[in-house]
């Protein structure tokens, strides 16, 4: 408390200074207005309506759960198990200090002054409102990256959020501390609860991936990657996966909708879990032109961990693509047999791949295309498309916080706090996205009344 006196008393000798600073940069930014250059996207780093509001006291937080294992819809799913219970808040304590910036000094003292609005509840999650100086790490985070996802979310916002885009596309010239500056004022931050109380959860992550394929059946590429046939119905289950291969009414309505054959069949299997993938595709005159497989539908049926099967049956001992992979070079004969075990299939659709498009992920369930390092996938019954995020992670995998944008969804990504983490497309994309399941804490940030 006597800390708090003291930055407060040093913040009103500055306060006018502030509101003239902060005058002078909007005068400078609205000469601008309309303008919305979009920056590049981060390269890897190392190691709706508004909801309605009621009252609600403060739950504890009991331990973590653990999710299911099913592929995502949008984008992706890592295969998932069970993450260890983080056993303090240690996340929080590891986090760096924020740099001592005399705008976020301003907007912290600015903030305390404020009276705090009321819990909000939506389906799955109460969202609890706390002070910029309760949210871990905050003011440590370059934002330059991040704004580019922002203002991709800007395309299609949800209504509630559309008001700020105008802002939020003209700060795209401006500076850390001006976007620091703005967030603390017009966004209120609120810690992200499950509805039993639990704050812990676990983030893991996912990878648009890279290979090759062929635009017809050869000698070497044998399994098909289908566009949706006709007569499929949202909502309604179609054939299976072995159905698709063996029932001739399937044959006779998939004739025609392969779009490329791939070489591996683990290879299509790790596509259409991630639901997206960039190919290079061999064309019959001996071309190769790159291009992406984006997902348009699946058959309805419900997602069956194939590693799950492996490792119960003991032919694998880690749930990793590499492993699967060394166990189906060993066993070919038995690979079709397991594949079956899973239903469920994804069809997809092609798009070209132009310069711009190739600089960022496919789109995700929000309609926008996903920026590595920044996008997650969320349960949307708890956090709407287009919120920013700020997420602490602490595991042997990732470290820190960030912010981040809710831009995509998937059949795993079920619970208040629950995040998959757009890792970005190739081999280092992949390692990072396999290697995350670990504990997670979310604060969502949502325009002030």
């Known amino acids: 408390m006597e800390n708090f006196l003291r930055t407060a008393i040093f913040d009103v000798k500055h306060r006018q200074r502030a509101l003239v600073r902060w005058a002078l940069v909007a005068a400078i930014v609205g000469n601008v207005s309309g303008c919305a250059p979009v920056r590049g996207v981060l390269a890897a780093l190392p190691p709706g309506t508004s909801p309605a509001a009621v009252a609600t006291p403060s739950p504890p937080a009991p331990p973590m ?116 500056e703005w967030i603390m004022r017009t966004w209120q931050p609120y810690r992200v609860t499950a509805l039993d109380g639990q704050r812990r959860g676990l983030l893991t992550g996912y990878f648009e991936p890279m290979m090759r394929a062929s635009r017809i059946k050869t000698a070497t ?37 392969e779009l490329v054959w791939m070489a591996n069949p683990i290879d299509a299997l790790i596509i259409q879990i991630q639901g997206s993938g960039r190919l290079e595709i061999t064309e019959p005159d001996g071309r190769v032109q790159v291009a992406r497989l984006a997902f348009a539908a699946h058959n309805g049926h419900t997602y069956q961990s194939v590693a799950r099967g492996l490792l119960d049956s003991g032919d694998i001992t880690e749930p990793s693509w590499p492993a699967i992979k060394a166990w189906a070079a060993q066993k070919p004969d038995a690979v079709q047999g397991v594949l079956w075990r899973n239903p469920r299939t994804v069809f997809f659709q092609e798009e070209d791949l132009s310069e711009i498009d190739a600089a960022a992920g496919p789109r995700g369930a929000q309609g926008v295309p996903l920026t590595p390092m ?10 709407p498309y287009g919120t920013p995020v700020w997420m602490t992670t602490a595991g042997p995998t990732m470290r820190g916080a960030r912010l981040v944008m809710a831009q995509d969804t998937g059949g795993a990504i079920i619970g208040a706090v629950r995040a998959d983490f757009f890792a970005g497309w190739g081999d280092e994309a992949a390692r990072l996205a396999g290697g995350l399941k670990q504990p997670l804490h979310l604060w969502v940030l949502w325009p002030r009344s």
Request: net charge negative; hydrophobic share 40%; glycine share 4%.
């Open 65 to 180: 759960s653990t999710p299911s294992d099913a592929p995502k819809e949008g984008a992706t799913a890592a295969v998932t198990e069970a993450v260890t219970a983080e056993p303090s808040d240690a996340v929080i304590d590891a986090l760096p200090s924020p740099p001592a910036d005399t705008a976020l000094r301003d907007g912290l003292a600015w903030d305390e002054a404020q009276a705090l609005p009321v819990v909000v509840r939506r389906k799955e999650a109460l969202w609890q409102p706390v002070y910029w100086r309760q949210v871990p790490g905050w003011g440590s985070d370059d934002l330059e990256s991040f704004w580019a996802a922002w203002v991709r979310s800007c395309e299609r916002p949800a209504r509630a959020l559309a008001s700020q885009c105008d802002a939020i596309r003209r700060l795209s010239i401006g500076d850390n501390a001006q976007r620091y």
């Open 221 to 257: 590429h044998q399994t098909p990657m289908y566009a949706p046939p006709p007569g499929l119905t949202s909502g309604s289950p179609w054939f299976t996966r072995e159905e698709m291969e063996t029932d001739p009414r399937a044959l006779a309505a998939l004739q025609g909708r």
């Open 374 to 383: 920044r996008s997650i996938a969320v349960d949307r019954r708890s956090i």
